[in-house]
């Protein structure tokens, strides 16, 4: 299970390996992802809260990187955060995701990306529940919700 520690020490020395690593042009991103996940994924856009597709469901299922397919969060880690922004607990796996410091909007965050494709997903935070006491505070749009079953 990761922690605020574990997470402060990927975002200050180095991330874990990542399975896999997909790399594209911007332009071919851009091509390839609908506006609105290009905005989020690529261009670091903040959708707004409430108003995004995964703000209150709570389906079973995993979630994917909606940029290339990754799985990264199982619905049983998501949890109501009363953010506005769907919210988890923990990755599926350690090496799910890459985590930067950002100092953007005169705040000091860390940012979270799909650690394949570099994908911007959002922030994460150190007031999450127990036992991590991690919130991972997402973008619906760069998510993609699979049904038990339909995953990998
Ligand atoms: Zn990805």
Not at 63 to 72: E, F, I, K, N
Not at 92 to 104: I, R, T
Request: glycine share 8%; proline share 9%.
């Amino acid at each position: 299970m990761l922690h605020w520690r574990d997470i402060l020490t990927y975002a200050r020395y180095s991330n874990p390996e990542p399975p896999m690593r997909v790399v594209l042009t911007e332009a071919e991103w851009q091509a390839r992802l609908p506006p609105a996940q290009y905005r989020v994924l690529r261009q670091q856009h903040t959708e707004p809260p409430y108003r995004n597709a995964f703000c209150r469901s709570y389906e079973p299922g995993v979630y994917a990187c909606a940029g290339c397919g990754s799985l990264l969060f199982d619905s049983a880690t998501k949890y109501h955060a009363i953010s506005g922004w769907p919210s988890f607990t923990q990755p599926l796996a350690k090496n799910a995701l890459g985590y930067y410091f950002d100092d953007s909007h005169r705040m000091q965050r860390v940012e979270v990306r799909c650690n394949v494709c570099g994908g911007h997903l959002g922030h994460v935070f150190p007031d999450g529940p127990a036992p991590s006491g991690v919130r991972y505070c997402l973008n619906s749009a760069s998510l993609r919700w699979l049904a038990p079953g339909a995953g990998a």
